[in-house]
């Protein structure tokens, strides 16, 4: 990690990389459903009982009907509580979902002067995600500070959050926490909020050809939140929520998309690869605080209105950084997907993978010939 000017801290590879290496495989210091307090849909199994869908530790997808799903003895709403084994319930009850997440969530579903169905969804997300950071600051102090000296409260993003802040500062005040914690000021939940929403990362259901993905949760990672965005980025991440084990199903991997020589930035795109010039920079301000000059941006800030969301995918070169190059090689062709490719991580003797993965539909496709050729070249 180096200070990159005009940018803050950054990533930079410190030996040259491969396509398809993982360049980080991180844990979440927390995460919580985006699911609205009071609106929460839940799936009930043969027996009548009502489950969530997704388990409240490892966020894997719950089966209705099998019968595998535990919950919380001591919650009054055990909908936020479903387990799908007793690992992770054993897990949750020491960290994500202590008693004191039992009482303040059964508290907060159950106060119907402050949170009720005519409450703005995203305040109760907010709550939502109040209550696993606060839960953090008792659990682990030290990750709690680490979080705090995030990127992500400028005044600009403060004053955004502070009447979302006046507001979730009334409800927790009634709220009792231990000795390790008082609640904080509205100031600083303002910068809570801001800092959650510049650096979460979302926990998305699979994707379906008809609905796309949908968000399951969010989930904050301490190393993962220092890598700078791009709008022609070099690494990409991928999340395998509902296959992989219980202990890593929300891991975050980021793999690169292609070779980096050492000393090259690694950065990752916040956006989708087939989002506008025009939106993406009005994305970027109104939600990270500043504009994007990457190369895409500089190409297609100099294109007529007529031209700016045309995609070329002709006159390619050998740069995978010229645009209408990278965007044939590194885009998913699925129309209602869009989302990045990256080739599978190279075989243990170091041999690359022949297959390119997209890190929003999963789809692999054939790695392009002159890419496969050229990794042939130097083994990792």
Known sequence: MVEIEGKGRGLVASQPLKGGQIVMQDTPIYAYFV???????????????CYTRCC???????????????????CSHPKDAAFCSSKCQSLAFSSSHTPWVCRTLSYLRNCSLHVNHQTPED????????????NLAMVSPYAFQTFLSLDGCGARDGQRYIDSAI?????FTSISFDDRFSLPSVETIADILAKNWRNSFCLMDPFSEDKGRSVRAHAVYLNAS?????????????HYLDTTPHNGSTDLIIRVMHDIPQGEEICISY??????????????????TFACSCKRCQIEANWSREEGNEIDHNGCDDDPGFLPAYLKRFMC?????????????????????KFMECNFCRELTKRPKALYEASLLTKV
Request: with cysteine; net charge positive.
């Open 167 to 171: 507001f979730l500062h009334s409800i």
């Open 333 to 353: 062709k699925r129309e209602s997907c869009r989302g990045f490719l990256a080739p599978l991580p190279p075989s243990d003797d170091g041999n690359p993978s």
């Open 123 to 134: 305040r109760q997300i907010e709550a939502r995600c109040l209550v696993a950071v606060f």
């Open 35 to 49: 699911s609205p307090l009071k609106l929460r849909q839940p799936i009930e199994d043969t027996n009548g009982s």
């Open 56 to 74: 409240a530790h490892c966020f894997r997808s719950l089966e209705a009907g099998a019968g595998a799903a535990l919950t919380c003895p001591s």
């Open 226 to 238: 220092f890598f700078n965005h791009s709008c022609l980025p070099n690494a990409c991440h991928f």
């Open 271 to 288: 956006l989708r690869v087939n989002i506008s010039y025009p939106e993406r920079q009005r994305i970027l301000m109104n939600d990270y």
